[in-house]
């Protein structure tokens, strides 16, 4: 699988995690009382597994939505990271790519009877 694709699913995952954190955290402000921006923190610091501890939630509706988060957002955030990496590790693939630009340059520029004889 080629850089680009990597990086093109991990942006994916990654707007997935901000866009459900987002929606989840607003959620949380309004369900537990205490606003949105300090529902958008709780769910910033439990997505990314920080968990300050000085927002928690009270009642049943906020428990369950911080589990959403836990069990939706940490795992999307991670795989965004995962896909990121493995692209950026993909070297067996850019070699290759590599070796045939250079060769292809070779055979192009070389006088017609080196060519048949690169010496890369």
């Not at 959403?68 to 940490?74: A, E, L, R, S």
């Amino acid at each position: 699988m080629s850089l680009h694709v990597h990086h093109r699913r991990a942006l994916a995952t990654i707007a997935a995690a901000a866009l459900l954190d987002t929606g989840l955290g607003a959620w949380f402000g309004i369900a537990d009382h205490i606003g949105v921006p300090d529902g958008l923190f709780f769910a910033t610091t439990t997505a990314t597994t920080v968990g300050y501890g000085d927002l928690t939630a009270h009642g049943w509706l906020p428990h369950v939505i911080a589990v959403g988060i836990m069990i939706t957002v940490i795992p999307l955030f991670a795989a965004a990271f995962s896909l990121f990496t493995s692209g950026l590790a993909d070297v067996a693939g850019a070699e290759a790519r590599i070796k045939r630009h250079v060769n292809g340059a070779l055979l192009h520029h070389l006088p017609k009877g080196a060519a048949s004889d690169p010496k890369v």
